[in-house]
């Protein structure tokens, strides 16, 4: 199913309903005014799939990794390059390598594409870092987390 550009967040709620009280808590941080644009919204998807992939595999980690990356898969297998866009740099985009060694298995053949695509050495990486993650990296994603998806990530995948 297509993802249009302008309601990827509405969208990203209904695949993930889970995630609705930190989108709330991101809307009341963003405050009166313009309100925020799609790449904003994937944030809070973002920080899920990052904080999903720092834990241990399991059937339950597993399970919310697949449906967040089926969601990813089809923005950036969409027709529409806005679409792709978003997908790509709002969540594929400039990660370290123990995040693209984590998250492999659970990549979609366009995403892979467009990782090809924009960064032939995406898989390089992946490798030499052997899905070690810095301690830095832990703390500072756990720390930069102002909407509470962590608890909701230790909810289903403990």
């Not at 060694?101 to 990486?125: C, I, M, N, P, Y």
Request: hydrophobic share 35%; aromatic share 10%.
């Amino acid at each position: 199913m297509e993802c249009a550009h302008d309601s990827v967040h509405t969208e990203m709620l209904e695949a993930f309903p889970e995630l609705r009280p930190a989108h709330e808590r991101f809307l009341a941080d963003w405050g009166q005014g313009d309100p925020p644009g799609e790449y904003l919204h994937l944030n809070i998807l973002d920080k899920f799939i990052e904080l999903c992939l720092l834990r241990h595999s399991s059937p339950q980690r597993d399970a919310l990794l697949s449906r967040a990356f089926d969601f990813i898969e089809r923005l950036v297998a969409s027709q529409d390059p806005d679409t792709q866009d978003l997908g790509y740099v709002g969540v594929l985009e400039w990660r370290a390598g123990w995040w693209y060694f984590r998250a492999r298995e659970f990549l979609g053949s366009a995403s892979r594409t467009q990782l090809d695509q924009h960064d032939s050495h995406w898989r390089s990486s992946a490798e030499a870092s052997r899905g070690v993650v810095p301690p830095g990296d832990e703390r500072s994603a756990r720390h930069a987390d102002p909407w509470g998806v962590e608890q909701i990530v230790e909810g289903p995948a403990a």
